[in-house]
């Protein structure tokens, strides 16, 4: 297997384990009944806009389980357009929202952004949960431009036909 095919593959499965590591989180704190992320509780005012805790948490982990199977699509994008395109398109809109929360919660640890919430009560846990974000981002980031490149190469493979 090529070296770029290997880091392909692992920045995909990488990016997929992301994404199943935030669905994990999401399944537990639905449990727990508590909004946030793992290190971030929600502020108390946030719980009143919320109608059921846990059904919201459930479907933040539905999301991830959609985001670790694009994550997954990426390992071997299908020749067909109508599944290549969104899964890409999905990719990016993905990278675009997650690497957005880790900004802005990575900004709240620090004490740079007060409007987003108190100072994690619990850094390492905090750290911890950035660092999952920094490397998801980072891992799907390489697997889609990767995955896009490959499929950019196979249009115009196809177009010289």
Same mark, same amino acid.
């Given at each position: 297997?090529?070296?770029?095919?290997?880091?392909h593959?692992?920045?995909?499965?990488?990016a997929?384990?992301?994404? *199943?590591a935030?669905?994990?989180?999401?399944?537990?704190?639905?449990? $727990? %009944? $508590? *909004?946030?992320? #793992? %290190?971030?509780?929600?502020?108390? $005012?946030?719980?009143a @806009?919320?109608?059921?805790? $846990?059904?919201?948490?459930?479907? !933040?982990?539905?999301l991830? +389980?959609?985001?670790? /199977? /694009?994550? *997954? +699509? *990426?390992?071997?994008?299908?020749?067909?357009?109508l599944?290549?395109?969104?899964?890409?398109?999905?990719?990016?809109?993905?990278?675009?929202?997650?690497?957005?929360g880790?900004? %802005?919660?990575?900004a709240?640890?620090?004490?740079?952004?007060p409007?987003? %919430?108190?100072a &994690? &009560?619990?850094? #390492?846990?905090?750290?911890?949960? +950035?660092?999952?974000?920094a490397v998801?981002?980072a891992?799907?980031?390489?697997?889609?431009?990767?995955a896009?490149?490959?499929?950019?190469?196979?249009c115009? @493979?196809?177009? !010289?036909?």
């Amino acid at each position: 297997m090529p070296r770029s095919r290997k880091k392909h593959l692992a920045a995909a499965l990488t990016a997929c384990f992301g994404a *199943l590591a935030y669905t994990v989180s999401k399944v537990d704190l639905a449990r $727990e %009944g $508590e *909004l946030g992320m #793992p %290190g971030f509780p929600a502020p108390a $005012e946030a719980y009143a @806009a919320v109608a059921d805790v $846990e059904t919201a948490q459930l479907a !933040n982990a539905a999301l991830g +389980l959609l985001m670790a /199977v /694009v994550a *997954l +699509l *990426l390992v071997r994008l299908p020749r067909t357009p109508l599944v290549r395109w969104p899964a890409l398109v999905v990719s990016w809109a993905g990278i675009t929202m997650v690497g957005a929360g880790v900004l %802005g919660f990575g900004a709240r640890a620090a004490g740079l952004a007060p409007g987003l %919430g108190a100072a &994690p &009560p619990h850094m #390492p846990t905090a750290l911890a949960a +950035l660092l999952v974000g920094a490397v998801w981002v980072a891992a799907w980031t390489i697997a889609t431009l990767s995955a896009t490149h490959s499929s950019r190469r196979r249009c115009a @493979a196809g177009a !010289n036909l």
